[in-house]
């Protein structure tokens, strides 16, 4: 790998992480109170209602800002698939632009909710289990079950080829993938005040910086040989 591929792949690794690290601003920006998680389920909709609405509007402008950056990371990611999988290549990228396109999309959904909670309590909406409009809560669900659906996809794809020593990551890098975090949001949730709504609340965003710091790193540290060497090669370079 000369120098110019490896700073291009090493800028990208750094704009990626600027990704995760935006839209979980937005989160907070969004919906940080220092309440335990219980009070935060039953009144999400009241705690950003109660935020101004400039706050409320930089926080869901983040999430579309934010998936941009997400796509450096998810490029460097598929580029450090072994050059002979190349329909992998461009099939893992095409299903990680179509999740965090909708990723984004339904970030910046949730200034709306705030402003249809004032409607609710108005009277003019009929409210739904977490306090607002019953036609907004299952547009919303319909964006996360999409993002969620797509992630287990690309993440799964992507780690079999991490596995099985496709690419330039080392194999137990599929322990960093974000699928696998995902599964311990229940586990950070339990953190005390206010560290369970600071990680648990933006924890779908934190648990990409493992890996996206791996992929800086390995981008960064390659060594100075093509892409289509040997799997059993490929997998022990990190």
Do not use: C
């Not at 992480?17 to 919906?31: Q, T």
């Not at 322990?175 to 206010?194: H, I, Y």
């Amino acid at each position: 790998m000369d120098g110019n591929r490896r700073r291009m792949l090493s800028l990208l690794g750094s704009l990626g992480l600027l990704g995760p690290l935006m839209m979980f601003a937005g989160d907070m920006l969004l919906y940080y109170r220092n309440v335990d998680m219980e009070y935060f389920g039953r009144h999400f909709a009241e705690i950003m209602r109660d935020h101004g609405s400039a706050r409320l509007a930089v926080g869901g402008l983040l999430g579309p800002i934010a998936a941009v950056f997400y796509m450096a990371s998810f490029l460097l990611a598929v580029l450090l698939i072994d050059r002979r999988h190349r329909r992998s290549r461009i099939g893992i990228f095409v299903v990680f632009a179509l999740m965090m396109s909708i990723g984004g999309a339904y970030h910046a959904q949730f200034p709306m909710i705030a402003f249809q909670a004032d409607a609710v309590l108005a009277g003019v909406l009929e409210a739904g289990d977490a306090g607002f409009a019953k036609v907004a809560e299952g547009y919303l669900a319909l964006y996360l079950y999409l993002y969620l659906g797509l992630g287990a996809i690309a993440w799964l794809w992507y780690g079999v080829l991490v596995g099985a020593g496709r690419t330039r990551l080392p194999r137990w890098a599929v322990l960093l993938t974000p699928w696998v975090w995902f599964w311990l949001s229940g586990l950070v949730a339990e953190l005390p005040q206010p560290l369970n709504i600071i990680v648990a609340g933006g924890w779908y965003n934190l648990s990409y910086l493992p890996l996206f710091s791996l992929l800086l790193i390995v981008a960064w540290t390659a060594e100075n040989r093509p892409m289509d060497v040997e799997p059993s090669a490929a997998s022990g370079s990190a």
